[in-house]
T-cell receptor, first 114, second 112 residues
Framework: DQQVKQNSPSLSVQEGRISILNCDYT??????FLWYKKYPAEGPTFLISISSIKDKNEDGRFTVFLNKSAKHLSLHIVPSQPGDSAVYFCAATRFTGTASKLTFGTGTRLQVTL | KAGVTQTPRYLIKTRGQQVTLSCSPISGHRSVSWYQQTPGQGLQFLFE???????NKGNFPGRFSGRQFSNSRSEMNVSTLELGDSALYLC???????????FGSGTQLSVL
């Protein structure tokens, strides 16, 4: 049972445009959400996170939106750059204040074209 | 600070063998988690160790085990390897006080 779903396996966006990556979850106990980026032959790197008490969190070109009623979150990258080409994983957990298990989606491969 | 280090980088084993993977966390990090990544399945949580104690466990069979040493280094062991165990095994460390994980580059295990 996939509790975190990324239904788009791939996405292609032109440089300078907005990239929107989507993620849905089914477990209503999840209250903390993270996005990770992964380049080939490297481990995932943390991008941005959001708590369920917020509906938006911004960090430079990256913004995460959370819609709790729809159990949906999205990552916006504006403007997209060629270096953003990577696999993006959405992850969710029930926040306990300590590192606990993250449930990941299957990832979306973003390609930013010139 | 040095990042999370995993060894070996690549490993080839045959069915029925056992394997041990190693992870050195970022200095000062006391929590180490292990994840399995397979195509189409994303990252699946295996277990988490904090101060030498298993604090959390995923839904993997008992063939998968781990431990953590007093210096926070961790090892993961898989016994009686099966073809389906072929995957990228990722180790992540954190301070233990938040959910932000720092991942290593992983060990790519191939079971023939």
């Amino acid at each position: 049972d996939q509790q975190v779903k990324q239904n788009s396996p791939s996405l292609s966006v032109q440089e300078g445009r907005i990239s929107i990556l989507n993620c849905d979850y089914t477990n209503s106990m999840f209250d903390y959400f993270l996005w990770y980026k992964k380049y080939p032959a490297e481990g995932p790197t943390f991008l941005i996170s959001i708590s369920s008490i917020k509906d938006k969190n911004e960090d430079g070109r990256f913004t995460v939106f959370l819609n709790k009623s729809a159990k949906h979150l999205s990552l916006h990258i504006v403007p997209s750059q060629p270096g953003d080409s990577a696999v993006y994983f959405c992850a969710a957990t029930r926040f306990t204040g300590t590192a606990s298990k993250l449930t990941f989606g299957t990832g979306t491969r973003l390609q930013v074209t010139l | 600070k040095a990042g999370v280090t995993q060894t070996p980088r690549y490993l080839i084993k045959t069915r029925g063998q056992q394997v041990t993977l190693s992870c050195s966390p970022i200095s000062g990090h006391r929590s180490v988690s292990w994840y399995q990544q397979t195509p189409g399945q994303g990252l699946q949580f295996l277990f988490e160790y904090f101060s030498e104690t298993q604090r959390n466990k995923g839904n993997f069979p008992g063939r998968f085990s781990g431990r953590q040493f007093s210096n926070s280094r961790s090892e993961m062991n898989v016994s009686t390897l099966e073809l389906g165990d072929s995957a990228l095994y990722l180790c992540a460390s954190s301070e233990g006080s938040n959910e932000k994980l720092f991942f290593g580059s992983g060990t790519q295990l191939s079971v023939l």
